[in-house]
């Protein structure tokens, strides 16, 4: 499994904006297909966005248009750009790989993004 660290979490007001980062270690992270996730208190974990190793990218419907995800093989990152947030997107934040977002371990910490009215 190939760990994951996300930061770039905090709190903005409603409108705001947050770039949110996942840097991976090892050579292999351009073959992930890698994914933004979210867990808001008392609710499942639900996915945000995905983007393949050749960019191509899929997003949820309550993140169209408001959200970016991008990737730069070069450094291992994967990146969420959210644009006019709501308080309702106030959730921590993960990312993982699509190959392994099936194992409870390959979870990293998270990172908090707090949306105040």
């Known amino acids: 499994q190939v760990p994951f660290v996300e930061s770039g979490g905090g709190l903005v007001q409603a409108g705001g904006s947050l770039r949110l980062s996942c840097a991976a270690s090892g050579s292999t992270f351009s073959i992930y297909v890698m994914a933004w996730y979210r867990q808001a208190p008392g609710k499942q974990r639900e996915l945000v966005a995905t983007i393949t190793s050749g960019g191509d990218t899929i997003y949820a419907d309550f993140v169209k248009g408001r959200f970016t995800i991008s990737r730069d093989n070069a450094k291992n990152t994967v990146y969420l750009q959210m644009n006019m947030l709501k308080p309702e997107d106030t959730a921590v934040y993960y990312c993982?790989?699509?190959?392994?977002?099936?194992?409870?371990?390959?979870w990293g910490q998270g990172t908090q993004v707090t949306v105040s009215s």
């Open positions: 993982n790989a699509l190959q392994q977002a099936w194992s409870p371990t390959s």
